[in-house]
C-alpha cells in the first residue's frame, strides 16, 4: 500500500537519508546514548526500504512468460506461410 505514495525522487532521498545516517554512526561511540538512538533510526529506515521493493510472485511471472510465448507463436504463423500447432509448447502455469 505504500509503495504507490513514494517516487523515485523521494526513494532517492530516503536512500541518501541512510547513508548520512550510517556516515553519523560511524563517527560515535557505541556506548552513547546517541549512537543507540541512531542505530534504532537506521533500523527503520532499512525497514522502510525493504517494505518498498516490489515483491512479484510467481503465478504471475509464470501467465507473463505464457503469454510472451502465445504472441510470439502467433507472430511467427502471420510472417510465415508454415502454420504448426505449437501450442504445446506453450507451458500452463501451475496453481
Do not use: C
Not at 546514548?33 to 542505530?39: F, G, H, P, S
Amino acid at each position: 500500500m505504500l509503495k504507490k505514495w513514494f517516487t523515485n525522487k523521494q526513494k532517492r532521498k530516503l536512500n541518501e537519508e541512510i547513508n548520512r545516517t550510517q556516515l553519523k554512526l560511524s563517527n560515535l561511540d557505541e556506548s552513547s546514548d546517541e549512537y543507540q538512538k541512531t542505530l534504532s533510526h537506521l533500523t527503520k529506515l532499512f525497514k522502510l526500504r525493504d517494505d518498498l521493493k516490489i515483491k512479484v510472485s510467481p503465478a504471475v511471472v509464470t501467465g507473463v512468460i505464457g503469454i510472451i510465448q502465445i504472441l510470439l507463436i502467433l507472430n511467427y504463423e502471420k510472417t510465415d506461410i508454415l502454420t504448426s500447432k505449437a501450442s504445446h509448447f506453450v507451458s500452463r502455469g501451475r496453481g
